[in-house]
């Protein structure tokens, strides 16, 4: 089983970064693809990025458009997306989310079997 907890949110100005974090443990966390998603009020929950077990191979929304990068410490059992250029429309809760050990990465939340309690990112204009 996995346990996740997200930090690193918090309000930052458009154009700006933030790196969020996604600590987990685990058995074997570097088995574990991780996403993360995010959900604004009254918004549909989105796939944002996600990376594979290994940190090999990584995937990304399409809103992204290279603004965003994923890795991982697998050493460290933690995940990092780092979030540059960031636009008012990015303000939602993100979450990260692990699928089931040694499943491939998939964009769609219900896919993912652990899911952490959210980090709130805030982006004013």
């Known amino acids: 089983q996995v346990q996740l907890v997200e930090s690193g949110g918090g309000l930052v100005q458009a154009g700006g970064s933030l790196r969020l974090s996604c600590a987990a443990s685990?058995?074997?966390?570097?088995?574990?693809?991780v996403g993360w998603f995010r959900q604004a009020p009254g918004k549909e929950r989105e796939f944002v990025a996600a990376?594979?077990?290994?940190?090999?191979?990584?995937y990304y929304g399409d809103f992204v458009k290279g603004r965003f990068t994923i890795s991982r410490d697998n050493t460290k059992s933690t995940v990092y997306p780092q979030m540059d250029s960031l636009k008012p429309e990015d303000t939602a809760v993100y979450y990260c989310?692990?699928?089931?050990?040694?499943?491939?990465?998939?964009?769609?939340?219900?896919?993912?079997?652990?899911w952490g309690q959210g980090t709130q990112v805030t982006v004013s204009s």
């Open positions: 685990g058995r074997t966390f570097s088995a574990n693809a």
């Open positions: 990376i594979s077990g290994t940190g090999r191979s990584t």
């Open positions: 989310a692990a699928r089931p050990a040694y499943q491939p990465v998939v964009p769609q939340g219900s896919g993912y079997a652990y």
